[in-house]
T-cell receptor, first 113, second 116 residues
């Protein structure tokens, strides 16, 4: 099993550019989410999805869009990158139910200059 | 509010010392789960343990042990006889229904450095 696959691993963007971070999982998990990790802030929830066609905002959604057309894929779009979006991004998936562990991708280190 | 606090930003100890990482949480729910994750220097997040709110038994796994106390809303993690390979950032997390949806809320993380 590949688990959760995130691409790319590293990315440098110029302010105002757009891009999509890809996330795919092969565990048939209903629940997927995106976090950003910043020093001293832990992991903060950006967006999440409880199943195909259903998405909702997390703690820090501004500047990001998501969609969930299939169970497997949950891409994160930056519409107009800003330096404040420089961060490490993690995609996670888990089975439905708050007792389940989350499986994480390897992370994407994004720098916006 | 659902919140997790890891007050220790960084801890540095010498190999073979015991070390305890603190985790304090806030929730109004009576049913919830607590987790610990490890993030080694390579960057991935690794699941360590899960504990539900009704199970206050301490857990031991090799050199790792966890102490869950509902009375103080704490879920502390102890590494006995620490090793250099234990160097990592450790996250405590709370899983509960928040605003009608299941969410996993993380603490700020504790960076643990084990010096040889």
């Amino acid at each position: 099993n590949a688990g959760v696959t995130q691409t790319p691993k590293f990315q440098v963007l110029k302010t105002g550019q757009s891009m999509t971070l890809q996330c795919a999982q092969d565990m048939n998990h209903e629940y997927m989410s995106w976090y950003r990790q910043d020093p001293g802030m832990g992991l903060r929830l950006i967006h999440y999805s409880v199943g195909a066609g259903i998405t909702d905002q997390g703690e820090v959604p501004n500047g990001y869009n998501v969609s969930r057309s299939t169970t497997e894929d949950f891409p994160l779009r930056l519409l107009s990158a800003a330096p404040s979006q420089t961060s490490v991004y993690f995609c996670a998936s888990r089975l439905q139910g708050f007792n389940t562990e989350a499986f994480f991708g390897q992370g994407t280190r994004l720098t916006v200059v | 509010a659902q919140k997790v606090t890891q007050a220790q930003t960084e801890i540095s100890v010498v190999e073979k010392e015991d070390v305890t990482l603190d985790c304090v949480y806030e929730t109004r729910d009576t049913t919830y789960y607590l987790f610990w994750y490890k993030q080694p220097p390579s960057g991935e997040l690794v699941f360590l343990i899960r504990r539900n709110s009704f199970d206050e038994q301490n857990e031991i796994s090799g050199r790792y042990s966890w102490n869950f106390q509902k009375s103080t809303s704490s879920f502390n993690f102890t590494i006995t006889a620490s090793q250099v390979v234990d160097s990592a950032v450790y996250f405590c997390a709370l899983s509960a229904f928040i605003q009608g949806a299941q969410k996993l809320v993380f603490g700020q993380g504790t960076r643990l450095t084990i010096n040889p």
